[in-house]
């Protein structure tokens, strides 16, 4: 890969470029090799003029928040892509409709619905994750998904065009939506309900009670591992790992969390060889007890 017109750019434009960076601390597994080129964009229009001059040379993934990925250990041959702070803004578009920027948290969403009386994002702000994040996945959780609540999507694709794809002509699965793969997501603009705040700030310690309950906080996880197998069983994945695979199981510092069967930990100093060890252990164990295929969740980035 030609990098010199990519050093011209970052020091003609001051960009945050990057080149063989670590991406171990930007993911939440803290597991993964270098990246070949790391790009934070400033703007919209530093952004469309790289990937102008990138051209599809090679490929490109865009990082949010880092949880929900995990990472090879080998050289990323390509473009990581963290879009920064600018990229970040909630504004409301009327009394019930707000515009989040991809690299603004759920959980700032939910709290600036919150602040703003507007109902609807309250599971929201139990998701570890960017809104590009949950767009990419249709996150969700308590019973509502990203699909629910989206209007519109503003992106760009890898040729620098940019665009506007409203929710009606996305096709929403479960924790994922048919979208070409080459498109970054810059905005999303939701619609929820007004409401009293006081009742929409209840729900939201009362989802967050339920969450820290059951889910670890404060270790290297990615969240979680498996997608509940929807059209096989009634059964949770991890209701389906946590009677099908002993407890204590490790392979290296990869581990099963005791406080939630289908979040897997790096103990310390996990390989990316460590977790995809134990990811197969687990699948592996589940379809010979109980014959039902677990399919993850987790993005595995090569």
């Not at 001051?14 to 790009?39: A, H, M, P, V, Y």
């Not at 270790?219 to 997608?227: D, H, L, P, R």
């Amino acid at each position: 890969m030609q990098l010199k017109d990519i050093e011209n750019f970052k020091n003609k434009f001051n960009s945050d470029i990057f080149f063989n960076l670590d991406i171990k601390k930007f993911n939440w597994f803290n597991i993964g090799g270098k990246t070949k080129i790391f790009f934070k964009p400033k703007n919209l229009i530093e952004l469309k003029d790289f990937l102008q001059l990138y051209s599809n040379r090679g490929k490109i993934f865009t990082l949010g928040m880092g949880s929900n990925v995990l990472f090879k250990d080998n050289t990323y041959e390509g473009v990581i892509i963290k879009l920064g702070n600018n990229f970040s803004s909630l504004s409301k578009l009327n009394a019930e409709t707000i515009i989040a920027g991809s690299s603004c948290s759920q959980k700032k969403l939910s709290e600036y619905a919150l602040d703003n009386a507007i109902s609807g994002f309250e599971f929201m702000y139990c998701i570890p994750g960017s809104v590009g994040g949950g767009l990419k996945m249709n996150s969700g959780c308590f019973g509502a998904e990203f699909k629910d609540k989206l209007i519109s999507l503003q992106c760009i694709d890898t040729k620098g065009n940019i665009k506007v794809i409203p929710s009606n002509k996305i096709n929403f699965k479960y924790r994922k939506i048919d979208l070409n793969e080459d498109l970054i997501f810059l905005s999303a603009t939701f619609k929820g309900s007004s409401s009293n705040k006081n009742k929409i700030k209840s729900l939201v310690e009362e989802l967050a009670i339920k969450k820290n309950n059951a889910q670890p906080s404060k270790i290297k996880t990615g969240g979680s591992t498996f997608k509940n197998p929807i059209d096989q069983t009634t059964k949770k994945a991890w209701e389906l790992i946590k009677e099908s695979v002993p407890e204590n199981v490790s392979f290296g510092d990869a581990c099963i969390s005791k406080k939630h069967s289908n979040f897997f930990v790096n103990k310390n100093n996990a390989s990316f060889d460590d977790m995809y060890s134990l990811i197969n252990f687990v699948k592996k164990n589940v379809k010979d007890k109980t014959g039902i295929n677990i399919n993850l969740e987790i993005e595995i980035i090569e």
